[in-house]
């Protein structure tokens, strides 16, 4: 399988060629970039022209293996011929330099490019696409879509006038005291409304104003997911019933008009629970009449070993709404027509989306299809995780997380302090992962990631973990 | 000065070729498009291959002058060469294939990038940027840095236990009932924090929770300005004893961390103030500890004449933050270091901007100066202006305004009917307008917008006026 497509790219391997890492020159530009940027999230400066597939090249001229791939947003690999093969092109040209403001003056190939593209992975029982700049913009224009589907669900389509005077003034009725419902640990972004639904630390909320919104507390899960049946079950039912406990407390002070569920809680720890605990969320906020949004902006795009991690859940009804970015390089969410806003105007902005980031999106899924690296990705996450398994048998390596969702593994580390040793080990040797919730490592490998370049990060990983 | 550039773009000229505007071909295509996504506020379908420069030409082969330009987005013409040039270079197509998670793994070029392009425009007194997608965003991340700094000074740069722990309950003190001030009429964005300071209309707002932050009127002034210098001077002066005001009654309850304000509302219909105004707003935040940021989202790059339309308000001390994005292609806003955050990752998130998008900023800057666009347009708007005036005194033009704020120009209609009649009419006669406000017709052209293309502007909108 890789070699069909792993050759179109240039043979690199890991390879640090500095004494410390990052390098001097990695952190001389860093040191530059300070004067006018913050800079203290920098992990190291890349030379991007340089890198190739799998691999990150950065300023220093070091090789790294790349298994977190701009926080899992590189899908078919640096310098793709293919996405260089549609930089060059007219329609991409077009589209880069003239900007449309999609609402109102759309491109005549718009619908074409999206039916070549976004919406043959529309996920099953959804049709329509709304289409945005960000995971966080993704996410609250969804947001603002299931607060005026709840609004005209209980108060019709009209408005009366105390709605249009009291929108203007910030007050209720016509800025509803209505709430998301979001869960312990979650993160759906770092914009004001996204804000308020994520819950990941403290870091990412303190100091900013926040809606009073509820949450619940995440299932208590043991690891490895199918080794605690009994007790993984008991733990995902009483979030279930906290979930429609908090719903119906809600329904008279701060109705819930939607529940937004990560498949598998990324920033906040690689938390995973069942796809029974999904269909339950799915059963319930159908019975309290509460939309559901499944934020796949991490999840989506094949990394956990189906298009969208949510598929391997087999709903009887989907979810209402489906959001992406990342991978995507393109973002907005899918939905059904009953979420499309009473009148126009209602949920626009200028840009509504990006016509290069489409053209990208349909050229990564002609790519991901034609060399069929979703059932590459699980094929390659089976052996990660089997191979981690063994290893955490012997090694401080705890809680292997992932089975059955491609390469979306974490694993944890005793102590938060071990987690960012293992981290800058791995990257001083020439793997770039990432860590993720209190103690967690985890990977967020491309699709084109093969079972050589894991032997690679395996191979790693065991050294350095014999070093710590 | 408009023939050493304009021949380097297709000669066109406006020619509507369909008995009806928009023709069938747009209707066709807009109505496929609705299958899938939201079509009613479609204007018509434009073919971008075959536009060029101020000129639009759509899907049934209609050629329009276009003075709306993507919603005051398109700044150097559709189809610039300069920026076909770009978008053909190795640099340009490396940046769009390999987008950066730009906060963790920045391009070694990333600082020259800016530094060539819109740090060349840095604000006087300013020499912060902080980058990011799109205007909304922009926006937001600035409202996030003044709560953030609003609170440090408050209570100092460490974190109390009780802060850490409410903040993730999305409850005070952690997460403080700061706001910000905006005023009536005002457009600052469309998500959750922006949307809150937005104060346009209710179709903007309706059905969609919203902080309960203040505002205050804007000046009730009367145009032309300049000819009611003592009305509009009392007219500010109550709408800035009403900011004082408002500030000092929230200091105990919800303080006002930042007020946010456009050198012109232009969503709202176009209003303005005098700089004494500015001026005063300035000194009034300043002495009320209160931020100042300017959103010159639409109003930026140019297009008033100036390159940001507060340079024209010879402020005593620079404003805490300018915020851009639209004819930047580019977004994000300018600040001092006093507003870099505490710690990394409290003002953060993946992209964290667009380097494309930052090298077309570069590109237009390095344009707009060589061929003078500002000092152009200022020119081209003054033509525009005296002109409308001329007309206004026949005609039911009305509260024509923009004097000396280069081509960012409007008038009123008796109606909103009546305004609705005039840009669907200029259209039809081949002129792109746009509206705003209750009964505001707004003009946005490009940068490259001449004296010729405003002849055929006045002279289309006699006819119109004459019609109707």
Known sequence: MKSTFIRRFATL??????????????????????????????????????????????????????????????????????????????????????????????PSNWKQ???????????????????AM?????????????????????????????????????AAPGSPEYSILSFESAFHGRLFGSLSTTRSKAIHKIGVPAFDWPQVAWPAVKYPLEEYGDYNRAAEAKSLELVRQTIREHKTKKPVAALVVEPIQSEGGDNHASADFFRGLREITKEEGVYMIVDEVQTGFGATGSFWAHDKWNLETPPDIVTFSKKAQAAGFYHNF???????????????????????????IKYIDNHNLVKHTEDVGEFIYTSLKNLSGNTPIENVRGWKQGTFISFDMPTSQGRDLVVSSMR???????????????????LIFGKEEAGILLDTLRKVIADI
């Open 428 to 446: 001083a040797r020439g793997v770039n992962i990432g860590g993720c919730g209190e103690r967690a490592v985890r990977l967020r490998p491309m």
């Open 13 to 106: 391997r890991p390879e640090i060629v500095t004494k410390s890492f990052p390098g001097p020159v990695s952190k001389s530009i860093s040191k530059d970039i300070s004067e006018i940027q913050e800079d203290r999230a920098h992990q190291f400066i890349v030379d991007y022209g340089k890198s190739s597939g799998n691999y990150i090249v950065d300023a220093d001229g070091n090789t790294l293996l790349d298994a977190f791939a701009q926080i899992a947003s590189i899908a078919i690999g640096y310098n793709n011929p293919a996405l260089i093969e549609l930089a060059k092109s007219e329609e991409f040209i077009t589209a880069a330099i003239n900007r449309p403001a999609l609402g109102n003056f759309p």
């Open 134 to 170: 960000c995971g966080s913009c993704a996410n609250e224009s969804a947001y603002k879509a299931v607060f005026m589907a709840y609004r005209d669900k209980h108060h019709g389509t009209g408005f009366s006038e105390e709605e249009l005077k009291s929108c203007m003034q910030n």
């Open 113 to 131: 490019i999206l039916e070549d593209g976004l919406l043959k992975k529309t996920p099953k029982g959804l049709e329509q696409l709304f289409t």
């Open 338 to 364: 009953d979420l499309r806003p009473s009148l126009p105007y209602r949920n626009f902005n200028t840009w509504m989306g990006d016509p290069i980031r489409a053209l990208q999106a349909r050229e990564m």
